[in-house]
């Protein structure tokens, strides 16, 4: 376990019951995100190597894939790395899902064209994880970083504060603006290139796409 990075539940509560649990996607959410991701697609190049990391159960992995893209896929968990393994692999994939940890890969600077991480972030604390984890994502990117993150400008982020003012439990699920989100990509070199929302300000869930500055 790397050190730095204890202290939030997101990180380690995928275990076979969860994890299996968390491939029940509703239909229409799984398409809704999919037509997010190819919004990002359409400005990277098909001949582009695209990391997805946290590959979760492999169904970002797969959807790339099948749009041309030279995938490798990597997770944390060792259930979500056999049930994407198990997934790809069902529609003729054979390699392999890594496990990696996205605050400290093992990958060399720039070992891939755009690195995909999708429905993570939201579970970052604070900011020294978040800052940690956009820095790694960077630093193995050689041109894109196609990021998810929960606006805090959307009528469920809105609910969740007003429940916590009354007294409710603080949601897991942590939203940031995106000025927040652009300045640490900022501090890694990267701009922003055009972020995506499945709803802007009804539903949460943005996708942000940023470009390696020298680039």
């Given at each position: 376990?790397h ?10 509560k ?17 398409q ?56 790809l692999h ?41 800052q ?22 959307s ?10 003012l ?35 300000f ?14």
């Open positions: 376990m050190s730095l990075t204890a202290g939030y539940r997101g990180r380690f995928y275990d076979s019951r969860t994890a299996t649990a968390y491939q029940q996607v509703d239909p229409d959410k799984h809704a995100e999919m037509r997010l991701v190819d919004k990002v697609l359409s400005m990277v190049p098909p001949a582009h190597r695209v990391l997805d990391l946290p590959c979760g159960g492999g169904r970002l992995s797969l959807h790339v894939s099948q749009r041309g893209y030279q995938v490798t896929a990597a997770d944390l968990s060792d259930a979500m790395i056999a049930i994407a393994g198990s997934t069902a529609h003729g994939l054979t390699h392999g899902v890594d496990k990696q940890d996205i605050e400290h890969t093992t990958y060399p600077d720039r070992a891939f064209d755009t690195v995909f991480s999708f429905r993570l972030f939201h579970h970052f604390p604070n900011a020294d994880i978040r940690r984890a956009v820095s790694e994502l960077c630093r193995i990117s050689g041109r894109y970083v196609a990021m998810s993150y929960f606006s805090p400008w009528v469920t982020s809105i609910k969740r504060r007003i429940r916590v009354r007294g409710g439990r603080p949601s897991e699920k942590h939203s940031t603006s995106l000025r927040e989100v652009e300045a640490y990509f900022a501090r890694a070199g990267f701009r922003l290139v055009r972020d995506f929302a499945r709803s802007p009804i539903h949460t869930l943005h996708l942000a796409l940023f470009e390696r500055i020298e680039a």
